[in-house]
């Protein structure tokens, strides 16, 4: 379903060979399968086993060590970044389902590999081109790796907390302050947001006045910086990703991205990391699913496998169906974000441009970029808390064994809770949505999807007419959310899942003309979602903003 034919000649020209580069991506993409499908049996026996601290260092897990030099080994480390700095600049698609491969293997390896490209891409973005140059092919070799060190104690879902300083000296910059809950704490490479020491106390409490700080652990003199690994987490999941606090003792650091916009530039970063984290929810729940279904057929109760009782075959119906829901919207926003930088490599390349092509190029980009703020918070909420419904449901088919300590599915479920909460929780993503919508971006994702559902043929007609009237109905519900901006916020949740369910039914419906096979897949989507969104519509449209007096007049029953 994908264009490669114009994505290739935008970004690389008319001469490209469009197929030997589909071959290409196949090729890393049955490498990526191969070396995974070898550690996935060594990360479910060291699941247990944490990443530990000594001496200040920390140490990953034997297994984690072992299935990263075999991807480093096979040149799989920070894929999206550009071949003059000795990486591949593979599309944000084929990155992504590389990491749900590494997910469904080892959820705790995927934040570690996740995290690298991720700080590559956010310092190819936004560094200098020395800092370029010294750090990006140490990134594609696999030398070093990233962390992102936003979260302090009082500074977690709200940014606008953050206190650790940043000061200028004679136009050197060092850090002071201390971070919690960060992934991969021991990496070589920091990438930190911290308050400007000028503008501190003006600033204080919003996201005004932070840049964003490259700090590595060792400076460019050989000497070690002022960067200190306080301690590990103990979690109840994804063991082997290291989880720390990190101190910054007057360390020094780069200025990355323009200094007080450094929000902005790590919004690039998190919204890259979303799209990961989605694929790390995809990943797992797939993981799930596939011992589900397994264990289904060789199970037998009352003289059948219990997979042929028809409430079993709905559960593991329900669990494919949002599997595949949280894959298509998944997709949908990784082909976009594709599309956008194929057509920004294709304005860099024709500097002859008419003026009118260049004005209507620009138009593309900004409506497609309306789209992916809007998609990539929907599809981290969605993968995410689908990721959890589905590993929760298949420790359900595995009954009693489900719940025993060595059950592979409680493993997966324990590993994909923190997927619905790091990167910003779902609420967050919810609340992030509905600002977009708020903004106007339904508009021009309706066009699309009305444009999308009138192209569809044959027997998937009558289906694309529900969605075309879901779309109506959430337009009609929507008017009710202008009344107060709290009861807004209150409704976020069945917002974000109206508009869900008509963009993953349009897009499972275009899946299905293109495989036939998928039919049922799509048409089940559309019968189950367009009663649910009926269901949210009303919901909708029936309250107010009474309704937040009401829940906590219910919550204080229990006070
Ligand atoms: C294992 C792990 C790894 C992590 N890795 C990193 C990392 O590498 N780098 C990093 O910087 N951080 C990292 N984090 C931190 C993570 O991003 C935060 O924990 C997360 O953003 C939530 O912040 P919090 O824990 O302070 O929760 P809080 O912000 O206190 O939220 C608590 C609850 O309140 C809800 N809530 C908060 N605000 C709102 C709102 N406006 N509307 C509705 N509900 C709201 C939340 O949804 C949540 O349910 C990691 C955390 C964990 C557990």
């Known amino acids: 379903m994908v264009d490669w034919e114009a994505y290739y000649r935008h970004r690389k020209g008319d001469d490209v060979d469009v197929e030997a580069e589909r071959a290409a991506l196949i090729g890393v993409l049955e490498t990526c399968a191969e070396i995974c499908q070898e550690i996935e049996p060594e990360a479910r026996k060291g699941w247990n086993q944490p990443a530990e601290l000594v001496d200040g260092e920390v140490v990953q897990p034997p297994h984690i060590r072992a299935a990263y030099e075999r991807i480093r080994d096979a040149g799989l480390i920070s894929l999206p970044i550009r071949e003059k700095y000795g990486g591949f600049e593979l599309p944000t698609l084929v990155c992504n389902i590389v990491l749900q491969m590494v997910s469904r293997a080892d959820a705790g390896l995927m934040t570690i590999l996740g995290l690298q490209a991720g700080a590559a891409e956010d310092i190819q973005k936004y560094a200098s081109e020395e800092l370029c140059q010294r750090y990006l092919p140490r990134f594609v070799s696999g030398e070093v790796q990233g962390a992102m060190d936003l979260t302090e104690p009082q500074a977690g879902s709200d940014l606008g907390g953050i206190l650790t300083r940043a000061s200028e000296e ?41 840049s964003l700080f490259l700090c590595p652990r060792t400076l460019p003199d050989g000497k070690r910086n002022a960067l200190l690994i306080e301690r590990l987490e103990h979690k109840m999941g994804i063991h082997g990703s290291p989880t720390a606090v990190v101190r910054f003792e007057h360390a020094e650091a780069f200025l990355m991205a323009k200094k007080g916009e450094g929000f902005k530039a790590m919004l690039d970063l998190m919204n890259n990391a979303r799209l990961g984290v989605a694929a790390q929810g995809v990943g797992i729940a797939e993981a799930a699913l596939d011992l589900a279904i397994r264990y289904s057929k ?46 920004e490599m294709y304005m860099e390349r024709e500097p002859d441009l008419s003026d009118a092509e260049r004005s209507e190029l620009e138009r593309m980009l900004e409506r497609n970029q309306v789209r992916i703020r809007l998609l990539t918070p929907l599809a981290k909420y969605l993968a995410t808390e689908t990721c959890d419904q589905i590993t929760r449901s298949a420790i359900q088919v595995h009954g009693g064994i489900g719940f025993m300590a060595e ?110 096979q ?20 009303e919901r909708v449209e029936s309250g107010g903003v009474d309704r937040i007096a009401r829940c906590e007049r219910i919550v204080s029953l229990f006070e």
């Open 518 to 537: 998928r039919f049922d897949l799509a048409a089940s989507w559309v019968n189950r979602k367009m009663l649910d969104l009926e269901m949210h519509a």
């Open 407 to 516: 059950s592979e599915v409680a493993k997966l479920h324990l590993d994909g809770i923190i997927t619905t909460i790091y990167e910003g929780t779902s609420e967050i993503q919810v609340s992030f949505a509905l600002k977009e919508i708020g903004k106007g971006a339904l508009e021009i994702v309706f066009e699309q999807l009305s444009k999308e559902l009138g192209a569809l043929s044959g027997d998937l007609v009558p289906y694309a007419d529900k969605v075309r009237a879901g779309i109506q109905r959430i337009i009609k519900a929507s008017a009710a959310l202008l009344q107060d901006f709290s009861y807004a916020l209150l409704s976020s949740k069945p917002v974000a899942d109206m508009v869900v369910d008509v963009i993953v039914a349009t897009e499972l419906l275009k899946q299905a003309q293109v495989d036939p």
């Open 298 to 343: 060789e199970r037998k109760q009352f003289g059948i496998p219990i997979g042929d009782q028809p409430l079993m075959k709905n559960m593991l119906a329900r669990m494919v169906l949002h599997l595949e829901g949280s894959r298509a919207l998944l997709y949908r926003c990784a082909v976009l974000v594709d599309r956008n930088r194929s057509l």
């Open 170 to 210: 004679d136009g050197r910059f060092f850090l002071d302050g201390e971070k919690i809950f960060i992934t991969n704490g021991g990496a070589e490479i920091h990438l930190v947001l911290a308050r400007d020491d000028d503008t501190f106390e003006k600033s204080k409490g919003t996201t005004k006045g932070l």
